[in-house]
């Protein structure tokens, strides 16, 4: 009984074990298991030198370069409404009428009494100049020519002072007329017809947000900041912008705004790109891809993403020896843009490497070229011929 019992521990120790060497070697390139002997069909493409933009991509957020809460300056009834929500408006263009009436008989009152201390003053300077002549030769008093002086001071202060009340009245006056502080599109107008319009009211009449030209909010890794820095001092970086909800949204504008600081906490500097935004296909609050290109370098090794393969150790690519045989490269993957992968060492222009049929090969393994299904069919097409 108990070497029955020891029999079948061993057992499923061996099991065990087994499956245990299967899972942590299951991701391993394929090496031996007899498939030197038999090639493996693969299909290849050759390392290519050649002008390669550098970019720096992004997940951007649009961002208007001014939102004005418009308020009213005086407190009065709105008159006339002028626009209509999420309509386009030009700087100065009217809005909304308040009524004018008090401030234009304000206006009006502060005219009337320049004009009275105005003549006032006239009198008082004539007089002053009598009693002087008058004082010289004894008939009036120096009382009587000190008082006078006094009385065109006053009167001078108070054509000041009337002057002031005017401007004041005029001021209340154009404020009663309310005009775009910018140029943008209006939002949900809550400065009703007939309602009281007042400085303190926690609602503006309505909300303005300029949409020409708009900015681009993003962030990029700091690693990205010398090469950023570098390019900049060679002249203005060009930034185009996509949208997977909007495909046909294909805008360029320029860098505009780099931060003064890296965020420690996630590792990224702020960036910001003006858009001239003529056909208003960016909307502020809309996210969007960003791509800043940085310039072009002239001679990138380049593969298809799909040859770049990625395992325990890092990323490699299987490259065909000259003796038709798969070699196991480990790479650096610079960038991947538009599914070519730019890689800076692993490989040299020229070589050959595999983007199909990776899974079956491991160093050493014999490859064969594929042939593809386009290729067969024109070999047949011309036999029947």
Known sequence: MQTNRLAIAAVVAAALGGGWYVIAHKNEPTVGSGLESRPQPVVTRPVEARPMPVRVTAVGNVQS?????????????????HISEGQEVKEGEPLFTLDFRAAEAARKQAEASLARDKAQLERAKRDLERYTTLLQSGSATRQKVEQLTSDVGVYE??????????????????Y????????????????????????????????????????VAFSVAETHLPRIRAAMAAGPLDVSVGSTADTGLNATGRLTFVDSTIDVATGTIALKATFANDDTRLWPGQYVNVALTLGTEAQALTVPAEAVQTGQTGQYVFVVSGEGTADLRPVVVDRILDGVAVLKSGVAAGDKVVVEGQMRLGPGVKVVEKTSPSATAASTTGQKS
């Open 65 to 81: 370069l001014s939102v004005v809460p418009v308020r009213p300056r005086v407190e009065g009834e709105i008159i006339r409404v």
């Open 157 to 174: 202060a108070a054509i000041k002072a009337d002057r002031a009340n005017i401007d004041n009245s005029q001021l209340a006056l154009d």
């Open 176 to 215: 009663a007329f309310i005009k775009a502080p910018v140029a943008g599109r209006t939002g949900t107008i809550n400065g009703k017809l007939g309602s009281l319009a007042k400085p303190g009211d926690s609602l503006p009449l309505v909300t303005i947000t300029q949409m020409r030209p708009i900015t």
